[in-house]
Every structure is written in C-alpha cells, then in structure tokens.
C-alpha cells in the first residue's frame, strides 16, 4: 500500500518510447514539472500526450516539445506556445483539437470505464463533421496530410449530438497540494484544474505532491482523487508558480 518511490526519475523509469500520457494542469497553474522534467532526463521519445495545453517556452510540456520528444498532442488550448505552432504547421506534430469540457469528460470517463457519450458540443462543426488538421503536410502551402475522420451524431429529445470517445493512456501525470502514501490526493485551488479527469486516465498514474502525509490524516471528505486511481507517489516539496503572461500598468 506504500506508493511512494523515492525520485522522479525512479518513478518514470519504465516510460518507454511511444507511450501515451494524460498530464494535468491549465497553463502554468497544477503542472506536474518535476514529472515532466523527469521524463525529460529519461530520453522517452514519439510520445503521445493527452493535456489542456502543451505548455510554454521552456516550461511544462513545452520542455518535451522543444526536444521533440511528442509526436502527437490532444489538446484545447494551443494558443500561446510559438514552438507547437511552428511545428504543427510544418507538418512534424500531429495535433487533435478538442474542446475543453469534451477533452475533460472523455479522460474522466476513461478512468469510469464508460467507453463512449453523446455530447452537443461541437455538433455543426468540422469537430463532428470531420476536415481539421490532425497533420500538415509541410509543404508551406497549408496543405493537410491528415485530417479528422466525420463522428457519429445522433438525436435525443430533439437535440443533436456527436459521440466521443473516452481517452485511456499509459501513464498519466499528475500535481497535488497533499498526497498520503497509498495515493489519496488533495489538490489546492486552481490547480484542481485537470489534474483529477488525467490522474483517473492514465493505466499507471504517478503523482507529484507538494506534502506527504502519513495514512489517515487526510479527512475523507478532502480527498479528490481517491489513491485506487494512483499507483505511485513522489514527494517534490513547495514548488513554485510561473506567471504565463505578466501584464503591468503604466
């Protein structure tokens, strides 16, 4: 019952090239760096990862992206890593877009064993009907070498719906405030984040926890991860927060 391995690196050890990882975290905010960095110093490469966003210049999973340790993202939000654009659009990144509640529910029903559901969101667009890059051909010109297959869609009480699919990974990365040793975690704040739907994604689940608590000192009703979904524990200490865009007034 004792998860809790004595370093990162220890604790991502057996992350082979290819694997899959669902990663917690929104922007800067509940980002499991240490992990990251971990599997940075590990040389795991074609990498598939399931996370809001793919990190900034030189922090989260932008750290992998630089290296070009990821071959393909499933993200919602893209928008603020100039890297992942350049590499998206030069056909050497396969991305697929999802919008963000989707891209939560489909790992957190991963983890519930639901295989599939019905969402409206998306429905009338290129998400349900098909077309979106996943994969430029790099060429300049805009031209696509892959794009996203049409989804089923169906109507319920009148109301269209598109199906998705639960997104199960390999390993899945998470961060958390407090964890015990047999892996209940408690997250702080806005770092909740996505870290609860990644950490029930992920077949292997390794947390970083800023404090670690003895079994039994963590109230049961504080607990937002019970510790079945996690299979290893390590401890980081205090970490500190970026800012991802720093604004000032004259």
């Not at 990498?47 to 793919?54: I, K, P, R, T």
């Not at 999802?98 to 957190?108: H, I, N």
């Not at 504080?222 to 865009?245: D, F, L, M, S």
Request: glycine share 14%; net charge negative; hydrophobic share 40%.
């Amino acid at each position: 019952m004792d998860k809790v391995i004595a370093t990162a690196a220890e604790a991502v050890a057996d992350i082979q090239d290819g694997a899959s990882f669902a990663v917690g975290g929104f922007g800067l905010v509940g980002v499991p760096q240490v992990l990251i960095d971990a599997v940075l110093a590990h040389g795991a490469t074609d990498l598939e990862v399931v996370s809001n966003n793919c990190g900034t210049a030189g922090v989260g999973l932008g750290v992998l992206l630089e290296a070009r340790r990821i071959r393909r993202t499933t993200s919602s939000y893209v928008g603020s890593n100039a890297e992942f654009a350049r590499q998206f659009l030069a056909g050497e990144l396969e991305v697929e877009l999802t919008p963000q509640g989707t891209l939560a529910e489909r790992m957190r029903a991963g983890g519930a064993g639901i295989p599939a559901f019905y969402t409206p969101a998306g429905v009338g667009t290129q998400v349900a009907d098909g077309g979106l890059p996943l994969r430029y051909d790099g060429d300049g010109d805009g031209g696509i070498a892959l794009a996203s297959p049409p989804k089923e869609t169906r109507v319920f009480g009148g109301v269209h719906y598109v199906l998705e699919h639960a997104i199960v990974t390999d390993f899945a990365l998470v961060h958390a405030w407090k964890g015990d040793r047999h892996g209940n975690l408690v997250y702080r704040r806005s770092a909740r984040n996505f870290n609860p739907p990644a950490a029930t994604a992920g077949r292997i689940t390794i947390a970083q926890v800023e404090q670690l608590v003895e079994p039994g000192e963590l109230d049961p009703d504080e607990v937002h991860t019970p510790g079945i979904h996690v299979q290893r524990v390590v401890h980081v200490g205090a970490v500190e927060v970026g800012i991802e865009n720093r604004t000032v007034r004259a």
